[in-house]
């Protein structure tokens, strides 16, 4: 049984073609003709005014939060499962983390646990598309209208992904897309925020490289971030935007062959996709429902010893050392994400996965769970 990744990207010489051209013209006059290029055309297929290309995702949060003026003695509400570059930021800024429990279908924040979490001190509002999923995004729209404290979209692992006909990163007064070496479109590297408001981009374009000044050469204002991407990083992202349908149609692919290869097995749930919407897929999840009391160290330490590789569904926040005690405060309010993340395990989505190794895992969770009947 050979070797095979969790994650990976699909490089074909289309984004190597692209590249040699970044390497070859793209200094002097052309310096940043790729990160231009890819911020306008990334913002406006996801019907955003503006695009602004960065490091990583976790700078794209960072610049937006600063922006709104996130300061120490603030909170900002984020769900309780996701990555930590989620709610990283807002430590950054000496603010307070409020973490949120998840709907039990779609695994997102949960929007009646959001307007419970409200506070006085609550100055944001971060909504994450978990694995591709969306929450309710209605609900949290109307909330934070009513209370007046902006929503963010961080839409990282939604690429490709829609809320009733609307493309993932156009909800809230902006987003964040993640473009890690692990994600759909790859750049190594990389984020990207969108944004609408002529304010709020000219604020976070000063603040992304150490506070220039317009129009006085070398002279700052403020101490501010230096969160500038390069060139042949944006060339890879570009070339691989153009390529987004192609993408997006293999994740997807990946994910029915999941779906369709375990779908004799009763008590399982994977991505939600409701009607109206589109699930990007990111990556597939998989969580175990309660009648085979398999918890997720179980089957990653099972799977793990059949030589195959595993990843476990996004721990809470709360529960881990990074926030200490925080658990004590959150893991009898948050019950629904603590369940959930229990019992969840991501699949792999590396996109040169053969149809052979999507065997092999999933003959892996028949294994595990007492099921040997393989395909």
């Not at 971030?225 to 390069?230: A, G, R, T």
Request: net charge negative.
């Amino acid at each position: 049984m050979g070797k095979f990744f969790m994650a990976g990207p699909w490089i074909t010489d289309h984004e190597i073609k692209i590249v040699e051209d970044a390497m070859r013209d793209g200094w002097y006059e052309n310096a940043y003709y790729y990160v231009e290029t890819f911020q306008k055309e990334f913002a406006a297929y996801h019907g955003r005014k503006y695009g602004i290309m960065t490091p990583n995702c976790t700078t794209s949060i960072h610049l937006l939060l600063t922006a709104i003026g996130i300061k120490n003695g603030d909170e900002v509400i984020c769900p309780e499962c996701t990555w930590i570059a989620t709610a990283a930021p807002i430590t950054y800024l000496r603010a307070e983390p409020v973490f949120c429990d998840i709907d039990s279908i779609h695994w997102c924040i949960d929007a009646s646990s959001v307007e419970r979490s409200i506070t006085s001190k609550t100055k944001a509002i971060i909504a994450v598309d978990l694995y591709g999923n969306m929450p309710n995004m209605d609900a949290l729209i109307a909330i934070s209208e009513r209370h007046g404290i902006p929503l963010v979209e961080d839409a990282a692992e939604a690429v490709g992904s829609m809320y009733k006909g609307v493309r993932a990163g156009k909800f809230g007064i902006g987003s964040v897309f993640s473009f890690h070496r692990t994600k759909t479109i790859t750049t190594g590297e990389g984020g990207m925020l969108l944004l609408d408001d002529d304010n709020l981009y000219e604020r976070c374009m000063f603040l992304r490289d150490h506070g220039r000044v317009a129009g006085i050469p070398y002279y700052n204002s403020e101490v501010t971030y230096k969160y500038m991407p390069f060139n042949l990083q944006a060339a890879l992202g570009y070339a691989q935007f153009q390529r987004i349908e192609e993408l997006v149609d293999k994740k997807r692919e990946l994910f029915y062959k999941y779906k369709e290869r375990l779908s004799n097995i009763e008590d399982i749930y994977f991505n939600t996709e409701p009607e109206g919407g589109v699930n990007g897929v990111w990556t597939t999840a998989l969580v175990f429902g309660k009648s085979h009391n398999m918890t997720k160290k179980q089957a990653m330490r099972q799977i793990e010893d059949m030589g195959l590789p595993s990843r476990p569904f996004f721990y809470p926040l709360s529960s881990l050392p990074a926030y200490p005690e925080y658990e004590a405060k959150y893991k009898d309010k948050n019950l629904v994400a603590y369940d959930i993340s229990s019992r969840g395990i991501n699949l792999s989505c590396a996109f040169n996965l053969s149809d052979e190794e999507i065997d092999q895992q999933c003959n892996a969770i028949r294994k595990i769970l007492g099921r040997n009947e393989a395909r």
